[in-house]
């Protein structure tokens, strides 16, 4: 982020300036480290760039937080300085994670804690990150804590790639078929239409559509691409915004499907951000905090906060977890089993694979049904259009056949 100051230098003329740090603490703290006095400081004003509209796009991806985590705990684990790490890691780096990076370096050398200079970086690092980190330093084991983290992000990225990956197939199909019609309306049909504009004759209903459509997608393509092309950035744009994410939250909570996806996923995200954090000591007060941090939809997390609101009035985990209703019931009964024996750590391990295990399956399904449906939508689309075409040919030959066959008029006597 750019601010802009105004500050005297040590040689006492006012000088003014850009400078692009994190935060307006890091950029007041790096003037007063050259030694100026800072007279006022305030955030840049531009236009906004691609990476503030369309923030999900430029996002630092987890896995390569999990690389950077495991090469940072090895290299500290090896002895070498935190700053000296930071720096051979920034060398190997790339985009918004080097330039975090670079920003963490800065603080660190303003006098901050290695989990304080994260938590400027909140774009890049989750909460669960920061506070590991501060554990780790508190504890003298900072290394075991950045690669219980890297594992954890590790097994995030997993259910995520696997959905991505399933979906991929039915996404290919889905834009082939949108090529294939766009071009067989913009390409092929018209000189066809053109002939069956001269051919004299009754033309099927359906060819008579197929015509309408394919002059009204030649007479307005400009438009059409223009609409298209609003549409595909403004929802876009939408989505990346609050209220856009809230709706799209709301879906996948609505939709029968998706909903049974989106529910075990939260339940696998649940467990494992429990289990790690109890494992590293913290108190489950504070562990409920994180996981509303760490929930993605905010249907879910409005029902988190309820859970963690009746944990604190003593009502235990698994009593509000069963009448928030957006859990599994096994969930709840392992958390439950957990709360009684002492071993709500082990337990919520086991969860957190089982329910990854089921979102691998319902995606798998959802794949299973969306594969088939849309290959009989593209069949259904191509078949339509081939008949309105095949049908007035076969009228048009049959025509000539019938006017060869009967030969000129005979001439006037």
């Known amino acids: 982020m750019t601010f802009r100051y105004v500050a005297i230098a040590p040689g006492g003329e006012q000088v003014s300036g850009a400078i692009d740090v994190a935060s307006e603490s890091q950029a007041e703290r790096a003037l007063w480290d050259a030694n100026y006095r800072v007279v006022s400081i305030r955030a840049a004003r531009k236009l906004p760039g691609l990476e503030q509209l369309f923030p999900s796009l430029f996002a630092v991806k987890k896995r390569a937080l999990v690389v950077f985590s495991r090469q940072l705990a090895t290299l500290l684990e090896s002895g070498v300085p935190v700053m000296r790490c930071l720096e051979l890691l920034e060398e190997q780096t790339s985009g918004s994670l080097a330039k975090a990076i670079h920003g963490i370096g800065a603080t660190i050398r303003g ?8 938590r400027e970086w909140p774009n890049v690092f989750p909460p669960v990150y920061s506070r590991m980190v501060e554990l780790g330093e508190r504890t003298g084991r900072l290394e075991d804590m950045l690669r219980q983290v890297a594992t954890y992000l590790e097994r995030e990225d997993e259910v995520a790639s696997r959905v991505r990956g399933a979906m991929a197939y039915p996404a290919f199909v889905l834009v082939l078929a949108v090529v294939v019609i766009a071009v067989l309306t913009t390409t092929a049909l018209p000189p066809l239409v053109q002939l069956f504009d001269e051919f004299e004759g009754d033309l099927p209903i359906t060819t008579r559509f197929l015509m309408a ?12 691409l223009a609409t298209i092309a609003i ?4 929802g876009g744009w939408y989505m990346s915004r609050a209220a856009g994410k809230r709706l799209l939250d709301r879906v996948q909570v609505a939709v029968p499907v998706i909903r049974g996806i989106t529910i075990d996923a939260n339940a696998a995200r649940f467990s494992r ?3 790690v954090l109890i494992g590293a000591g913290l108190p489950l007060t504070e562990v409920m905090d994180m996981v509303v941090k760490t929930t993605e939809n905010s249907v879910l997390r409005r029902a988190v906060e309820g859970v963690r609101q009746l944990l604190l009035d003593g009502e235990g985990l698994s009593g509000p977890m069963a009448r ?7 969930l709840v009964q392992m958390v439950a089993v957990g709360e009684e024996s002492g071993t709500l750590e082990g ?9 990854a295990r089921e979102v691998d399956r319902r995606v798998d399904g959802l ?14 689309i191509v078949a339509f259009i081939a008949l309105s075409l095949i049908m007035p040919m076969y009228q048009l030959i049959g025509n000539l056949n019938d ?3 009967t030969g000129p008029p005979p001439p006037p006597s």
Do not use: K, W
């Open 403 to 405: 006017a060869t066959t």
């Open 367 to 380: 794949t299973a049904m969306l594969t088939p449906a849309l290959t009989l939508i593209v069949g259904g």
């Open 273 to 275: 951000t429990l289990s």
């Open 231 to 234: 549409t595909v950035l403004g």
């Open 324 to 330: 928030a209703g957006c859990y599994p019931h096994m």
């Open 347 to 355: 337990n919520l391990q086991i969860t957190a694979e089982f329910y």
């Open 111 to 118: 006098g901050s804690p290695f989990a304080d200079a994260i």
């Open 213 to 224: 459509f394919t002059a009204f997608t030649s007479a307005f393509r400009m438009q059409i």
